[in-house]
T-cell receptor, first 113, second 116 residues
């Protein structure tokens, strides 16, 4: 699985857009980019997954440049309830075997009123 | 669907005791994952199954840990004997087989294990 690097923490205010960039320089051809959100005392929750260009769903957008060595999760108009830890994962379930899939430290996003 | 169900939600045991954690995945999901989360090591994959067959257990910390999936609706993670360093939150997750990449995994609420 590709090693990922993302900021440890970010602060924002209600109504603002939050963009979290994840670096994954050694991404492989078959790898997808997946983002999860985790609230305290809960299991992670899937947000979005993409392979290239842009993916959008009802909660977020994922921007992936042509070289795929990074990706940016965009959360539009955040609210206090978006305060959570956000994890970037890069890989493929078939190739995950033996690669010790780890979510890492993630990015702690704090949304202030 | 009720989502992924884990039991117990909290477990406190003494060192040396056997601990069994249980998981019921979402009906129809083909993959089942066991994770462990600690402050020091983050969220780590311990083992995962595909169609009830263990695919990769390289994340299992040592022989004291074992996992089984006797059928599509039930899995257990057992620690015998337990040690204080096993204290953590253990999550079970499941997903569809056809999902690409790492897939959309649905996590359970977790079991908080404390070994004294």
């Amino acid at each position: 699985l590709a090693k990922t690097t993302q900021p440890i923490s970010m602060d924002s205010y209600e109504g603002q857009e939050v963009n979290i960039t994840c670096s994954h320089n050694n991404i492989a051809t078959n790898d997808y980019i997946t983002w999860y959100q985790q609230f305290p005392s809960q299991g992670p929750r899937f947000i979005i997954q993409g392979y290239k260009t842009k993916v959008t769903n009802e909660v977020a957008s994922l921007f992936i440049p042509a070289d795929r060595k990074s990706s940016t999760l965009s959360l539009p108009r955040v609210s206090l309830s978006d305060t959570a830890v956000y994890y970037c994962l890069v890989g493929d379930i078939v190739r995950a075997a033996g690669n010790k899939l780890t979510f890492g430290g993630g990015t702690r996003v704090l949304v202030k009123p | 669907d009720a989502g992924v169900i884990q039991s117990p939600r909290h477990e406190v045991t003494e060192m040396g005791q056997e601990v069994t954690l249980r998981c019921k995945p979402i009906s129809g999901h083909d993959y089942l994952f066991w994770y462990r989360q600690t402050m020091m090591r983050g969220l780590e994959l311990l083992i995962y199954f595909n169609n009830n067959v263990p695919i990769d257990d390289s994340g299992m910390p040592e022989d004291r840990f074992s996992a089984k999936m006797p059928n599509a609706s039930f899995s257990t993670l057992k620690i015998q004997p337990s040690e204080p360093r096993d204290s953590a939150v253990y999550f079970c997750a499941s997903s569809f087989d056809s999902t690409p990449g790492l897939g959309e995994q649905y996590f359970g609420p977790g079991t908080r294990l404390t070994v004294t």
